[in-house]
């Protein structure tokens, strides 16, 4: 592409929250806490003034509101991913957000994030990168207590419950779950994290971010009433355990079905999925999407996985202006990782590889704005491709699936494997 487009300034220093947007955070966020009558415990928190870090889960949107809630009145920097800038970068910066681009190895936001501290704010981490697929905890880098022994102030956490069940990240409908609850907790004084180790600081975060938002549904005795509460689940259940197939599933309504062998599961007001004939594999969500996972991670261990090379459409987001339609190519993920190679509407080549050890996970979308589909979104330090197969039979999740797959292998051929939940 001869155009060359201004870069997104990621070094520019973030602000604390404008004063007189302060009020307007909280505002803009009581309707939802309110419908959603949030409960949120504090344990260990409540003499806790900034500077400290808070480390959160990442389901929904209304994360970000019940996070307003938990650090009100003080002000807080949150890392936002390029693509929430879209549009309103000024408005963004002028609330404290700092841009990252998704699963990169950025050392400007370490020194951003510094910066923060000084500044005597808060600095508000989703370190799972992205919403859960299915309610439960995502996969957590290894560098997280390393970062926070080197901000050196206390850390605390926000563990949002409900919030997935409510609007899901296969299908963001409100479905009215209420109540939700959070516990906003202490993990570590600014003197206890200077005594612990990396190994320990990351071990109570694991255990923190333990979260199953189906298993909490369920518990809870709430019900999801609507009657589309399914619609959408095949995107993350993309393999029917009765037959193996891959790519056939569909769902509408309160239901899911194979489109290769017919059956069909039917999801329950508490969550849970039952078959509609013969046995049910997996009544817990969850439990599916790790079997699917196994499956994978098999594929990896003999060597055979590959998508195939599966046409694509890529948009370059060089800036948080618009996304700019680079031109059409072909998009191959297998044991070398993902190679990414075509033609931009100037007829010039373009390309980016993402080999195995580069990439850890990977963000995906579900139907992107509700108009372009499936999608699968890399990064450099300087743009972001959101890259959309088409005219071909894929998932994206197991893409997801695999990229972590492919890595925790990596990890173990060169004999330094990932500690339990983290990569």
Known sequence: MKQEFERFDMKKP???????????????????????????????????RPPYVLLCNHNAFMDFKVATKAVFPYRANYVVAIDGFIGREGLLRSIGCICKRKFTNDLTLVRQLRRVIENGNIAVIYPEARYSLCGTTAVLPESLGKLCKLLGVPVASLICHGHHVNSPFWNLRDRGVA?????????????????????????????????????????????????????????????CPACGKEYRMSSAGAQLRCGACGKSWTMAEDGSLSADSGETEFSHIPDWYEWERRNVRAEVEAGTYSTGELPVTVDSLPNAKKFIRLGEGTMVHDMNGFTVRGTDIDGDPFEMIKPVPSLYSCHIEYEYLGKHGDCVDLNTLEDTWYIYPHDC???????????EELYFAHRRAIGRPCKEGFA
């Open 14 to 48: 973030p602000v604390p929250t404008k004063w007189y947007l302060q009020p307007l955070e909280w505002i803009l966020s009581i309707p939802d806490l309110e419908k959603h009558r949030n409960i949120l415990t504090r344990k260990g928190t409540e003499a806790l």
């Open 393 to 403: 039979a894929f998932a994206v999740t197991k893409m997801a699936l695999a990229t």
């Open 179 to 239: 109540p939700t609850e959070a516990e906003f907790s202490l993990l570590y004084t600014a003197e206890e994290l200077s005594d612990a180790t990396v190994d320990e600081v990351n071990g109570r975060i694991l255990e923190t971010f333990r979260y199953d938002d189906f298993a909490w549904l369920k518990d809870s005795g709430i019900k999801i009433t609507k009657p589309w509460r399914a619609e959408g689940l095949h995107k993350v259940l993309y393999q």
